[in-house]
């Protein structure tokens, strides 16, 4: 017997998947106290307060363009909506990603599925036969994954067939789910609304890979491609169109380093530009092996891509700590006075 046709697979699953990951609020609870307490003490909780209080400061720099970059999985563990308010509240202008953050993760939760609590201690092997992939202690079911998969294959062929950016296409899928979402104030969807672009360089490494593939073999001769290095020019004509720039960083990788290269990029262009001028970085990732996933900060600087004089490494993982430092921010109500910039505009 097929073992997804097992009846004992079927009720296996459901016990597994019982408990969906609840999304933080971080307007339902003022971490202003904490913030300021936390600055008082020492390690990574002066680390946190630090790195909040330079996020402040990016909000109320009039001239500075906010870049939220994204890497790992942060959003499958209960950070969706803390990334989606901070669209909506006008605390950041740009989204760099990685194309799991923003399909596999939102855009799947956004058409009706969801993720679940699980264990890192559940044997792989039941949850590979029950068709349950997981993320240490978060659980997903690639039934409805692989449904995300077909959902993007049907965007696409939806479309006129030609290049296009990531930015470009994640656009169709907020047009898209204007209409279609079974869950609304995803961040791919509020980023549409506020003319927020979300950037993908590394696109193709998530559900869009696999829906674009089968967009491709079903459309042979007229299909869509992704043009990352268009999309790379486009990020760096943002940061030329912003007089200063800072950068919320949750992990590192392609993310980081895209949008920390778009300095360098403009200089080959033979454009003036500054460094960016605020930096955070939230990462486990370690310094010894030469990397960091992608370079700590003040290395960074050595490169020409960020100043030194505001930057903060948190060494934490993110969702112990992000909450605390975007709470801070919703509450001190710098966003208020931020003038949007709608970078979605100028393409």
């Not at 459901?14 to 969906?20: G, I």
């Not at 700590?321 to 006075?337: C, F, T």
Request: aromatic letters at 8%; charged letters at 25%; glycine letters at 4%.
């Amino acid at each position: 017997m097929n073992k997804k046709n097992s009846p004992n697979i079927g009720h296996n699953k459901k016990k597994l998947l019982n408990k969906t990951v609840e999304h933080i609020d971080i307007t339902s609870f003022d971490a202003r106290k904490i913030i300021d307490s936390m600055s008082g003490m020492s390690f990574t909780s002066r680390d946190t307060a630090n790195a909040a209080r330079i996020f402040n400061e990016m909000i109320s720099d009039k001239n500075c363009s906010i870049f939220l970059t994204l890497a790992g999985s942060t959003s499958a563990a209960g950070c969706m909506k803390l990334y989606s308010d901070l669209v909506k509240y006008n605390m950041v202008d740009a989204i760099v990603a990685t194309g799991a953050s923003i399909i596999d993760m939102d855009f799947f939760e956004a058409i009706g599925f969801k993720h679940y609590q699980g264990s890192q201690f559940q044997d792989d092997t039941e949850l590979r036969n029950n068709y349950i992939d997981r993320i240490y202690d978060t659980y997903i079911d690639e039934d409805e994954l692989q449904a995300c998969d077909k959902a993007i294959c049907e965007i696409a062929n939806t479309l006129e067939p030609k290049t296009y950016t990531s930015r470009e296409f994640i656009k169709e899928i907020g047009k898209y789910l204007k209409k279609n979402a079974k869950k609304k104030n995803s961040l791919i969807e509020t980023a549409y609304d506020n003319n927020v672009p979300i950037f993908c360089p590394a696109f193709t490494d998530s559900s869009a890979g696999f829906g674009l593939v089968m967009h491709q073999d079903q459309n042979p001769k007229k299909h869509i491609t992704i043009d990352s290095i268009r999309e790379f020019r486009e990020l760096t004509e943002i940061k030329l169109q912003s007089k200063q720039s800072g950068l919320l960083m949750i992990g590192g990788g392609v993310p980081k380093n895209f949008v920390q290269d778009t300095v360098v990029c403009a200089e080959l262009l033979g454009k003036k530009v500054d460094m960016h001028k605020y930096a955070v970085q939230i990462t486990v990732a370690d310094t010894r092996d030469g990397a960091c996933s992608s370079s700590t900060l003040k290395e960074a600087s050595s490169w020409g891509k960020v100043d030194v004089s505001e930057e903060q490494m948190v060494f934490a993982e993110a969702t112990s700590v992000l909450p605390l430092i975007v709470s801070d921010a919703y509450h001190r109500e710098n966003w208020k006075n931020r003038k949007k910039r709608e970078f979605s505009k100028i393409f």
